[in-house]
C-alpha cells in the first residue's frame, strides 16, 4: 500500500513531441506528489509537485495532471526537447513528521531524439 | 542550489574497512536523509534525521549507522565494508513544505 508504480521504465520521444510518464498509488493518504529530474552524476532536482486539491499543474512545458479518483498522476513533457533526456522519478507522501517521507517510483528514462 | 554539499564526491575503499560519508546543509532544515541509487532500484531510503540526536532507520538500513550531533551535519557510517554497498549515496534535506532537494552525490566503490 506504500508503494508507488511508475511506468514506462523507458521512453524513446521525437524532438517536438509529447513525452508521458505515469505513477500510480493506492494509499489515499498521500497528499503530495513531486516529479524529479536526474540527469547522469548529479543528484536528482525536484521539477514540479501537486496536491490533490487541483487536477492540473503547469510549468513551461512541464504539466503534472492528477486524478483523485483512479490513484493515478502523470507528467507530461510537452514539445520534448533532447535536452530534457534524463532519468524522471514520481513520489508520494502524506502528512508531517516520518510520514512527510518520500515513496518513490523506480524511475523512467527519456531520451529525446533530435 | 539548496545548500547541501557531499564529501568525499567519490571513494574507493577496500572490503571491511569502515567508511564515513559527511552531508552538510545551510538550510537549517530538521529532517535530513540518506538515500542509495543502484541501476533498477531507483532511490532506496537508508536513514533518516528528524533533529540532532533523532534518527530512524529506512528501508535499507542493514550495514550503516548515522549521526547527527549538529543540525547543519549528517554522517553516515558503513562500519565494515562490503562489495554490495557499492553505490551512489545521496543526501537530501525536506523543508517545511516536505519539498525535498539533493545533494550532489557520493560514488562509492567496495573492492
Known amino acids: 500500500q506504500q508503494q508507488v508504480k511508475q511506468s514506462p521504465q523507458s521512453l524513446i520521444v521525437q524532438k517536438g513531441g509529447i513525452s508521458i510518464i505515469n505513477c500510480a498509488y493506492e494509499?489515499?493518504?498521500?497528499?503530495?506528489f513531486p516529479w524529479y529530474q536526474q540527469f547522469p552524476g548529479k543528484g536528482p532536482a525536484l521539477l514540479i509537485a501537486?496536491?490533490?486539491?487541483?487536477s492540473e499543474k503547469k510549468e513551461g512545458r512541464f504539466t503534472i495532471s492528477f486524478n483523485k479518483s483512479a490513484k493515478q498522476f502523470s507528467l507530461h513533457i510537452m514539445d520534448s526537447q533532447p535536452g530534457d533526456s534524463a532519468t524522471y522519478f514520481c513520489?508520494?507522501?502524506?502528512?508531517?513528521?516520518?510520514?512527510?517521507?518520500?515513496?518513490f517510483g523506480k524511475g523512467t528514462k527519456l531520451s529525446v531524439k533530435p | 542550489d539548496a545548500g547541501i554539499t557531499q564529501s568525499p564526491r567519490h571513494k574507493v575503499t577496500e572490503t571491511g574497512t569502515p567508511v564515513t560519508l559527511r552531508c552538510h546543509q545551510t538550510?537549517?532544515?530538521?529532517?535530513m536523509y540518506w538515500y542509495r541509487q543502484d541501476p533498477g532500484h531507483g532511490l532506496r531510503l537508508i536513514h533518516y534525521?528528524?533533529?540532532?540526536?533523532?534518527?530512524d532507520k529506512g528501508e535499507v538500513s542493514d550495514g550503516y549507522s548515522v549521526s547527527r550531533s549538529k543540525t547543519e551535519d549528517f554522517l553516515l557510517t558503513l562500519e565494515s565494508a562490503t562489495s554490495s554497498q557499492t553505490s551512489v549515496y545521496f543526501c537530501?534535506?525536506?523543508?517545511?513544505?516536505?519539498?525535498?532537494?539533493f545533494g550532489p552525490g557520493t560514488r562509492l566503490t567496495v573492492l
Open positions: 501537486i496536491r490533490p486539491d487541483v
Open positions: 537530501a534535506i525536506r523543508d517545511l513544505l516536505r519539498a525535498q532537494y
Open positions: 494509499n489515499t493518504a498521500f497528499d503530495y
Open positions: 513520489a508520494a507522501s502524506m502528512g508531517g513528521g516520518s510520514q512527510g517521507n518520500l515513496i
Open positions: 538550510e537549517n532544515h530538521r529532517y
Open positions: 534525521s528528524y533533529g540532532v540526536k533523532d534518527t
